[in-house]
């Protein structure tokens, strides 16, 4: 063990004295979870649908008796999608060129059959094949509620001021003719001049239930029309900056370029300066030597997490962020950093033996990085295989095991099986490294 | 009859279906100055590397005398760059167990006169390889196994190597080196191993190669 040690103390020397290569190290995977948090920022902006008004809408419609800007529509559902006015044909050359993602067509007699209120008009629209289609359907589906909304409460009014009509009496215009309506209340009234007899009761008494069943119908509508109701309650959540998934991405990402690539360096170089032949002349034995750079590692992800994490919580206390436990869950945080680190360190070893060159090894590391990365990225649901080529490799164990440490109110069952896969992802690799680690000598 | 500080028996190597080393038998015994010469590639290194122990044979074993310590000096430096010559030496010594490792490095900086505290990978070459020898005296080894320890030294240098070599030997050790200078095998060799295309030709007397196979080796 002491003999390890020796090995172990002089690689953090050696890695000491190499400050451009840690500030490479660390910059590097930071740079690169800032553009994925870019990407997964442009995944989720509103995409880019193409407006065809084949019906020629004017600047202001009025129906139901209330007013519409078009401008304002479109104004209100850009918060969503971000609609671009084109003709039909260029909108067509837009959605197969994939310069928009969606075409959305307002056909011809749209309006009037809307203003008619007989007539149900549709919207057409059409959007490109793949995996963003069913978002694009689904924010359309969106624009359609919002708009749907915004008409409900014109054609509410308007049939409110027929019920008003009925209740109370008064002019009405209906179909370009000019009405005038008694009112059930003025009915009521009249009916009661009439000689007293049993059917002038019953009629009235009808008269009157009705005028007071018609009373509710406001309230009625309102609630048939909208049987469930959401309201956006106040922000109270951290920006998705600081999010426990963006963070948990951050420590992942970067430990396992450390990681990975430090195991790896450090094992070949052992071959390029030609100190394993000294080495392994019973002054340390190849277990041994495969051990150091484990432990390099993962004392290296360990520090540099720990730090990581530090920044995290100093940032999510000066912004008074409410949600998760950056001080309190450190230690067990760190338990992660070390079993994740000596994992893909234990990775980085065995690439390092396979490679036994340090440039070659640091290549062969780089490259198997962005995959392993980018495997743990893919959710699961969507591409199982993905999942499981992930559950092979250490990063998502890590991942998880740093979103559970931080921020799950209970979560001692997802740390146990995380840390249960990292432990034997770190014997299996660790075992492959001692096993290639004889290339070095050849 | 002197017991063999270390003994190789059908000792062979081969790098995939490449024959480095046949099997091969020697011996390494207290006193002598045992000279291993051949052509380039063959097998003077491989067959050194199997002795120090760096290298595994393929077939066959080496047996080494109880409690023997063995200095190993390879052609190509071994040692870590970004470390200086000092660290590179107390490193080692106290991998090589040595009691007091500041003061193996401390003696072994003053005898081999090398720059103490500039990072390794700042040497000349001769200073290199300086400190490469200097690694292989360690722990006072009573067998040293020196792979072509002069190659990029200046005459001053080697001369204090030979002299350096020559007290281990006084002192009742052996030295086993590889060359392809005849002129050190006249002077420092006691006998001389000849080695070709990874076969062992010849093991012997110095004169006795001389009158005999001289000509042949290097043909």
């Known amino acids: 063990m002491s003999r390890m040690l020796l090995v172990l103390g002089k690689d953090l020397r050696v890695l000491r004295r190499s400050q451009l290569l840690v500030t490479l190290l660390v910059a590097y995977p930071l740079l690169v979870a800032a553009l994925v948090g870019l990407v997964a920022g442009y995944g989720s902006s509103k995409p880019r649908v193409a407006l065809v008004d084949e019906d020629h809408l004017p600047a202001v419609v009025r129906i139901g008796g209330e007013s519409f800007r078009i401008n304002d529509a479109i104004r209100e559902v850009g918060k969503n999608v971000h609609l671009v006015r084109m003709s039909a044909a260029g909108a067509d050359r837009a959605l197969r060129s994939g310069r928009v993602v969606a075409t959305l067509t307002v056909p011809p007699g749209f309006l009037a059959d809307l203003k008619s209120g007989i007539a149900s008009p549709n919207l057409m629209y059409q959007t490109t094949k793949g995996g963003i289609s069913s978002r694009v359907t689904q924010q359309l589906q969106a624009l359609v509620y919002s708009l749907n909304r915004r008409l409900q409460r014109a054609y509410l009014g308007t049939d409110l001021h027929y019920v008003q009509l009925i209740l109370h009496g008064g002019d009405a215009t209906f179909v370009g003719r000019k009405y005038h309506v008694l009112g059930l209340e003025r009915m009521h009234v009249l009916l009661l001049t009439l000689p007293k007899s049993r059917t002038r009761d019953q009629v009235a008494n009808f008269a009157r239930i009705a005028g007071v069943a018609l009373g509710f119908t406001g309230s009625l509508l309102s609630s048939t029309a909208n049987p469930i109701g959401l309201e956006r309650a106040p922000e109270k959540a951290r920006s998705s900056l600081l999010s426990a998934q963006v963070q948990a991405y951050a420590l992942g990402l970067t430990i396992t370029f450390l990681s990975l690539l430090l195991a790896a360096g450090a094992l070949a170089a052992e071959r390029d300066e030609n100190a394993v032949g000294r080495l392994v002349r019973g002054l340390v034995s190849l277990g041994e030597l495969v051990a150091a750079k484990i432990a390099l590692a993962a004392i290296v992800a360990l520090a540099l997490g720990l730090a990581i994490a530090v920044v995290f919580g100093v940032i999510v206390e000066i912004g008074g962020v409410v949600g998760g436990e950056p001080w309190v869950r450190l230690p067990l945080l760190a338990v992660g950093l070390l079993l994740a680190g000596a994992a893909l360190g234990a990775l980085g070893a065995l690439l390092g033996a396979l490679a036994r060159e340090a440039r070659a090894a640091s290549l062969v590391a780089v490259l198997v990085v962005m995959p392993i990365v980018f495997a743990g990225l893919i959710p699961s649901q969507i591409v199982p295989v993905a999942g499981w080529v992930s559950d092979a490799l250490p990063f998502a164990h890590a991942v998880r095991y740093f979103s559970s440490s931080l921020y799950d109110a209970s979560p001692w069952a997802s740390i146990g099986r995380e840390l249960a896969w990292l432990v034997g992802l770190a014997a299996i690799f660790g075992l492959g490294a001692r096993i290639a680690a004889r290339r070095l000598l050849a | ?219």
């Open chain 2, 1 to 219: 009859m002197t017991e063999a500080f270390l003994r190789a028996r059908g000792v062979a190597r081969r790098f995939g279906a490449q024959v480095a080393l046949e099997p091969t038998d020697l011996e390494v015994v207290p006193g002598e100055a045992l000279a291993l010469i051949g052509p380039n590639g063959a097998g003077k290194s491989t067959l050194l590397s199997i002795l120090a122990g760096s290298l595994d044979p393929s077939a066959g074993h080496v047996q080494r005398a109880d409690g023997v310590r063995v200095g190993w000096v390879p052609q190509r430096p071994a040692y870590y760059d970004r470390l200086t010559a000092r660290e590179n030496l107390e490193l080692f010594a106290r991998l090589e167990r040595e009691p007091d490792p500041a003061s193996a490095a401390e003696r072994l900086l003053a005898q081999f006169d090398l720059p103490a505290d500039r990072p390794s990978s700042t040497l000349s070459v001769g200073n290199r390889q300086r400190l490469n020898v200097a690694l292989g005296m360690l722990g006072a080894p009573p067998v040293l196994l020196l792979d072509e320890p002069t190659a990029s030294l200046d005459p001053g240098q080697r001369r204090r190597l030979w002299e350096t070599v020559a007290v281990v030997r006084e002192q009742g050790g052996a030295v086993v080196f590889a060359t392809q200078n005849l002129e050190e095998l006249d002077l420092y060799a006691t006998r001389v191993a000849v080695l070709q295309r990874g076969r062992l030709r010849f093991a012997g007397a110095v004169d006795e190669y001389e009158r005999a196979h001289a000509e042949e080796v290097f043909s």
